[in-house]
């Protein structure tokens, strides 16, 4: 399996030199050079693996069977808090919750970042190397990748989150993990700054090969790839590739529903791909009327969402530009110098056949919880509580097609808009349970390129020394 870039202009590469770059270096996201796609009868034999083996199979498919990825996969997946590692459950006669947070963090980076830290462990080790890993996070990828590489020999990560605007226990989560290869920083500004940040670190040709910068935001492939399986594992669930299934995804840098999207790339009858956003809609806007213009982003009660530049849409407008880099690399250029992305009527229209958005503001999410508990038992988080309203109101019209709502997150991540809807503080798993009480360690930093890559510098170095 070879991998290209959206713009064109990089070197094709082979994924554990994906895996390793993160961004490519003309700046643009890494997709296969040609998707993997399955007979049927390929679809029906995966039917009751295990989720590790089917996990396995499924990144097999990208290229990741040069690594030891069955031993990478069950050990990534072992500690999780339910045995199936993604639950199904039904919430009223079509629709169902796909619960993707009983990992360690309580929330659906797990999924993938279990896995990426263990493949980076075998890939350096392989390699004799040593990376500095750089991310952003809106609240909940943060804490998934410090969790994965807390305390491994060969990998520095530093992770940048907009002060003040992820919950008290996304931040917890990330800030009081204090391994001596771990660090935070707070960015004066909101998400779309601090993405900015990693992309311009990454944009540093110097930097970059100073630090041997990687990532492990949804901009890097495997990441992605590893989000891939456990849509493949609900939808063969409910009788794939002999049945139709839709999907509902609350999403802000549209890397969950893009593993969904290549899920159906690669043959899985998925009919719909419902978008769930909540007051910072750009993903909603373009798919009404083609508007995706960035605004500012407005801090809400479902942060992970509080996104108007959504990396992982440069991966689709590739797909829907046919995949000429060239036009693509433009349509962004002119995006970043506008704040408009000027999509072609016709790729906007193919869009629309497949994806369909939703817009739930904050009274709304807190209904929605209210609802879900008040008539099934349920109790949501704010994104996933976007995620089945977003279900219920654009369910496709033939009733025999279920609906999988991606539940991304713990209730107990967002107790205060939980508690607000229904009068229960949900309480933290006992392994987290003293999470209030622990030490947080950050710095606080301006959104200015040159502070923040000199205390990456300085992290990266006095651990290398």
């Given at each position: 399996m070879r991998y290209i870039s959206t713009r064109g202009q990089a070197a094709p590469r082979d994924f554990e030199a994906v895996l390793l770059a993160g961004l490519a270096e003309d700046g643009g996201l890494f997709v296969p050079a040609e998707w993997p796609v399955l007979t049927p009868a390929e679809w029906r034999a995966m039917r009751g693996l295990s989720y590790p083996a089917l996990a396995a199979r499924i990144l097999t498919l990208f290229g990741a069977g040069d690594m030891p990825i069955g031993r990478i996969c069950e050990e990534a997946y072992a500690g999780f808090g339910h045995p199936a590692v993604v639950p199904l459950v039904q919430l009223d006669r079509r629709s169902f919750a796909l619960e993707l947070f009983h990992g360690p963090t309580l929330a659906f980076k797990d999924m993938a970042m279990q896995v990426l830290g263990r493949m980076f462990d075998h890939v350096l080790d392989k390699r004799g190397e040593r990376v500095t890993i750089v991310g952003a996070t809106s609240g909940d990828t943060g804490s998934a990748a410090i969790e994965a590489c807390r305390d491994r020999a060969a990998v520095d990560i530093v992770i940048l989150h907009p002060?003040?605007?992820?919950?008290?226990?996304?931040?917890?989560?990330?800030?009081?993990?204090?391994?001596?290869?771990?660090?935070?920083?707070?960015?004066?500004?909101?998400?779309?700054?601090?993405?900015?940040?990693?992309?311009?670190?990454?944009?540093?040709?110097?930097?970059?090969?100073?630090?041997?910068?990687?990532?492990?935001?949804?901009?890097?492939?495997?990441?992605?790839?590893?989000?891939?399986?456990?849509?493949?594992?609900?939808?063969?669930?409910?009788?794939?590739?002999?049945?139709?299934?839709?999907?509902?995804?609350p999403t802000g840098n549209f890397g969950n529903v893009l593993a969904a999207w290549a899920a159906r790339r690669m043959g899985l009858p998925i009919s719909h791909l419902i978008i769930g956003s909540n007051r910072n809609d750009i993903l909603a806007r373009f798919l009404a009327a083609n508007d995706m213009s960035a605004q500012p982003v407005e801090p809400s009660l479902s942060p992970s969402m509080d996104i108007q530049v959504s990396s992982n849409f440069e991966r689709l407008l590739f797909e829907l530009l046919g995949r000429d880099g060239a036009a693509t690399a433009g349509t962004m250029t002119r995006f970043r110098a506008e704040g408009r992305m000027p999509v072609p009527d016709s790729a906007w229209r193919e869009a629309t056949r497949l994806f369909s958005g939703f817009t739930l503001d904050d009274a709304g999410t807190l209904t929605e919880i209210r609802h879900l508990w008040t008539s099934t038992g349920y109790l949501a988080d704010p994104h996933t509580a976007v995620g089945t309203a977003a279900a219920r109101a654009l369910a496709p019209a033939d009733p025999a097609i279920p609906v999988i709502v991606a539940a991304t997150a713990h209730p107990a991540k967002f107790p205060d808009a939980v508690e607000r809807a229904t009068g229960i503080r949900p309480p933290l798993p006992a392994r987290l349970g003293d999470l209030y009480d622990r030490e947080e360690r950050f710095s606080v930093l301006p959104n200015d390129l040159g502070a923040i890559e000199a205390a990456v510098r300085a992290h990266a170095r006095r651990n290398a020394a």
């Open positions: 002060e003040g605007r992820t919950s008290d226990v996304q931040r917890r989560q990330m800030t009081t993990v204090l391994a001596p290869n771990v660090k935070n920083i707070a960015v004066h500004g909101d998400f779309d700054a601090c993405q900015d940040l990693v992309k311009a670190m990454f944009n540093d040709a110097p930097f970059r090969s100073e630090m041997h910068l990687s990532a492990v935001n949804s901009i890097n492939w495997a990441r992605i790839a590893a989000q891939i399986p456990y849509y493949v594992s609900a939808a063969l669930a409910f009788g794939a590739p002999d049945r139709e299934v839709a999907f509902s995804v």
